[in-house]
């Protein structure tokens, strides 16, 4: 799945504000479940929550990559939401995040869902891209900012078609 299919227009949130990282869980739960009306976002939520007590998924660098199975869906859906102020999100560096991609995919995984998980977490090591998702402004100049660096940055991530 390339990146236009997976994060939609209507999962990009901009200047969210986010009080914990629990809020901001919650907050992309909500995001996630907008554009898959079929799961709850109270089951978005639990299962992000099971995941992260797992281990952290803060990718550092003011980012997180939080993320989780879902029975309900067939395919990959993923949100990006852009926090107002940072929060503590347990990072190994110890810096605050303010760029959290979500990401939900089917409970039965197979290669193509590995490959979205890998084009993500690719994603987020981008410095050029981390730079123009906080310089974005609006959750229309956030998604376009993340369209714009998506086929340079598809290509460069090992492992995703």
């Not at 959290?100 to 890998?118: C, I, K, N």
């Given at each position: 799945?390339?990146?236009?299919?997976?994060?939609?227009?209507?999962?990009?949130?901009?200047?969210?504000?986010?009080?914990?990282?629990?809020?901001?869980?919650?907050?992309?739960?909500?995001?996630?479940?907008?554009?898959?009306?079929?799961?709850?976002?109270?089951?978005?939520?639990?299962?992000?929550?099971?995941?992260?007590?797992?281990?952290?998924?803060?990718?550092?660098?003011?980012?997180?990559?939080?993320?989780?199975?879902?029975?309900?869906?067939?395919?990959?859906?993923?949100?990006?939401?852009?926090?107002?102020?940072?929060?503590?999100?347990?990072?190994?560096?110890?810096?605050?995040?303010?760029?959290?991609?979500?990401?939900?995919?089917?409970?039965?995984?197979?290669?193509?869902?590995?490959?979205?998980?890998?084009?993500?977490?690719?994603?987020l090591t981008d410095e050029v891209l981390r730079t123009k998702l906080r310089?974005?402004?609006?959750?229309?100049d956030l998604h376009a900012a993340l369209m714009s660096c998506a086929t340079?940055c598809e290509s460069e991530v090992p492992g995703t078609p």
């Amino acid at each position: 799945m390339n990146l236009e299919q997976l994060i939609k227009p209507d999962s990009v949130l901009c200047n969210a504000h986010a009080r914990s990282k629990k809020h901001c869980l919650e907050i992309l739960s909500e995001l996630l479940s907008t554009t898959n009306p079929e799961v709850a976002n109270e089951e978005i939520f639990s299962r992000l929550v099971e995941r992260e007590r797992l281990g952290c998924t803060c990718l550092d660098k003011g980012s997180a990559f939080p993320h989780c199975r879902i029975e309900a869906i067939g395919q990959s859906s993923g949100a990006l939401i852009k926090l107002s102020s940072p929060i503590d999100f347990d990072s190994t560096d110890g810096e605050f995040v303010d760029l959290v991609f979500g990401l939900m995919v089917p409970a039965a995984m197979d290669e193509s869902h590995y490959a979205d998980t890998r084009l993500i977490a690719g994603l987020l090591t981008d410095e050029v891209l981390r730079t123009k998702l906080r310089e974005a402004r609006s959750s229309r100049d956030l998604h376009a900012a993340l369209m714009s660096c998506a086929t340079r940055c598809e290509s460069e991530v090992p492992g995703t078609p």
